[in-house]
Every structure is written in C-alpha cells, then in structure tokens.
C-alpha cells in the first residue's frame, strides 16, 4: 500500500466546514483512497472512498486531485461528535488488510 | 441489519490464562478480519478470515494467538498463556467481498 501523510490535529468550529488533507504521492493507478474515523473507544467507521473522481455520501464528500498525490476530505457542517481521529488510507481494492496510521485528531469545538 | 457483533466487550485476565474473543459478522458479510489496538497507539492488522479459512496472519503473532471463522458460530480470536503486553482493545471488522470493511465496537483485554 502506498503511504500516506496526514496532519496529527486540526480544529474546526461547530457548524463550519472541515477540510481534512492527506498526502499520496505514491499512490499507484489501481490503489484508491479511503477515509475512516474513529471516535474515542469506538471501531473505527468507514466513511468514503474513491479512485479518481470526486465522490459525496451523507456523511462527506472526497475531493481528489488529478495527478491523485492527494485528497481531501470534507465535512460539509461539522457537529461535536465529529470529533475524532481521521484516517486516510491508500489501497488496492481487492486487498485485504487495511493499514492505519497516525492520522489526524479533529477536534471540533463549540 | 444488525452491526458487527463482538463480545465480550471487556475482559479481564491474570496472566496465563486464555482469552476467547468473539465476533459475529455482519448479515451477509463472510469476510472476517481482526485488529488490535494497543495504548496509545494505531490499529493494527492481525488475521483475515473466510469461512472455514485463514487467508492472511500475517499480522498475527507467531505464538500464543490463533483464529478461526466456522462454518456455524462466530470467529473466535484465541490468546493463550496472557501476558501483560498482550493488554489492548481487539476490534473485528467483516465485509461482504473484500471491500470496505465494517468495524465492531470492540473487545477491551485487560490483563492483570
């Protein structure tokens, strides 16, 4: 899998949009992006992923650049409970494990 | 449809005594994967399972640790002779092809 790189914190307030980077530089054709969170104690739970286009669901939208070095992830209105540790991983979608880093811990204040 | 089932949801265990963890997927889901988080750190891939099989351990220690997934019942992760180190959350995920994979609440192994 390729690596990717994350910011360790970002904070947001209430109701404002978040914007979650993750670099892919390494990033092979057939890999895609995938994005999970894990709030405090809970498994972590998956929210979006894509190859190359931009891609939207109810809980994000996934921004991906053309030459796909790097993505973005974005929280249309961000709540409290958003505040969790972001995830963002690179890989072939007939791969089995996923690899975890460090992330980003997005705290979202009042 | 329910979640990713996985109980006990804390467990606690003198040293050498043996843990049984277990994990009922998703309806519909035969893809069985396990994860361990230690404190203070990232989750970690350990065993990926089909029914009846083991297709990766390559993230499960040599010793002391083994999994299955039966044809009937749970995936069980099995930890002999517990040591302290072996204290952590161990999470289970499960898909319905080896696609995105949904993540139980986790057991929390304590180990005294």
């Known amino acids: ?110 | 449809n329910a979640g990713v089932m996985q109980n006990p949801r804390h467990l606690v265990r003198r040293r050498g005594q043996e843990a049984r963890l277990r994990c009922s997927p998703m309806k519909g889901h035969s893809h069985v994967y396990w994860y361990r988080q230690l404190p203070e750190e990232g989750l970690k891939f350990m065993v990926y399972l089909q029914k009846e099989n083991i297709i990766d351990e390559s993230g499960m220690p040599k010793e002391r640790f083994s999994a299955e997934f039966p044809k009937e019942g749970p995936s069980i992760l099995r930890i002999q002779q517990v040591v302290r180190g072996d204290s952590a959350a161990y999470f289970c995920a499960s898909s319905p092809e080896n696609y995105e994979q949904y993540f139980g609440p986790g057991t929390r192994l304590t180990v005294t």
């Open chain 1, 1 to 110: 899998d390729a690596k990717t790189t994350q910011p360790p914190s970002m904070d947001c307030a209430e109701g404002r949009a978040a914007n979650l980077p993750c670099n892919h530089s390494t990033i092979s054709g057939n890999e895609y992006v995938y994005w999970y969170r894990q709030i405090h104690s809970q498994g972590p739970q998956y929210i979006i992923h894509g190859l190359k286009n931009n891609e939207t669901n109810e809980m994000a939208s996934l921004i991906i650049t053309e030459d796909r070095k790097s993505s973005t992830l974005i929280l249309p209105h961000a709540t409290l409970r958003d505040t969790a540790v972001y995830y963002c991983i690179v890989r072939l979608l007939s791969y089995s494990t996923l690899t975890f880093g460090k992330g980003t811990m997005l705290l979202v204040s009042p």
